[in-house]
């Protein structure tokens, strides 16, 4: 999901009132300002600075006032690949873009409501509540026995709510790096392609993901992981 990405800047220019500033920690101030939470084509997301390596330059043009460095240094980098899965909460749901997770970071996790994102004969959208949810066959037994003596058995189907902030489990399909459309009727058509635009707003990283794996993924259960925590438990115990 992460890397380090080593990268060379030859234009960090310091303006004049920064100046008075030690040089490490005027260009670590742009550096950041520069990269931090900005997406690089066909890298990903920059989280954080991890590193400066090397600092070059220094000069100041006349006329100009700036100071102007060559820098290498290394970005922590949210870049999620293919079939990688990840654990984020449910963001925002409608019919026509189907689910948004956000990572907290970073909220252009898609899942889309075809058959690259979803198991459409379990997965629906309940018009009425807004909401989609999962339709899951539940054995419930009889409180009779038969004539053999045994309980008989019963499937029913019962619906899985996936609800705004709920944890859930995705796995990336795609990551795409859009160019930025130009008009609004640009915007429109790639908001209803990509089903990942905030409010209107362009996304210049989206991360397509499925849920179709039912058995592995979608809805996280609260109570997952509470049944190995006791056999840890039990375990220091004995």
Not at 56 to 70: C, N, T, V
Not at 100 to 128: A, C, H
Request: proline share 4%; hydrophobic share 35%.
């Amino acid at each position: 999901m992460f890397q380090i990405a080593r990268l060379k800047d030859s234009a960090v220019t310091i303006k004049p009132q920064h100046l008075d500033k030690e040089p490490l920690t005027a260009i670590v101030a742009e550096l950041e300002e520069l990269y931090v939470d900005k997406v690089i084509t066909d890298l990903g997301l920059v989280v954080t600075l991890y590193e400066v390596n090397s600092i070059k330059g220094g000069i100041i043009y006349a006329g100009d006032g700036a100071a102007h460095y060559e820098v290498e240094f290394r970005m922590v980098v949210f870049s999620p690949f293919v079939n990688e899965i990840l654990v984020g909460k449910v963001y925002s749901l409608t019919d026509e873009n189907g689910i948004r997770v956000s990572l907290g970071f970073f909220d252009d996790l898609i899942v889309l409501p075809n058959k690259s994102g979803m198991d459409l004969e379990k997965t629906k959208w309940d018009d009425k509540e807004k909401i989609w949810y999962i339709e899951e066959e539940s054995v419930e037994f009889l409180a009779e026995s038969n004539n053999e003596g045994n309980r008989e058995e019963i499937g029913l189907m019962v619906k899985k709510f996936i609800e705004p902030g709920q944890q859930i489990r995705v796995r990336v399909t795609q990551v795409t790096y859009p160019e930025e459309p130009k008009t609004k009727q640009e915007l429109q058509k790639r908001k209803l392609e990509d089903g990942g635009q905030r409010e209107g707003k362009f996304a210049p990283m989206i991360v397509r993901c499925s849920i179709g794996e039912l058995d592995a993924l979608g809805p996280v259960d609260e109570n997952e992981g509470e049944d190995d925590e006791d056999e840890l438990e039990e375990d220091d115990d004995e």
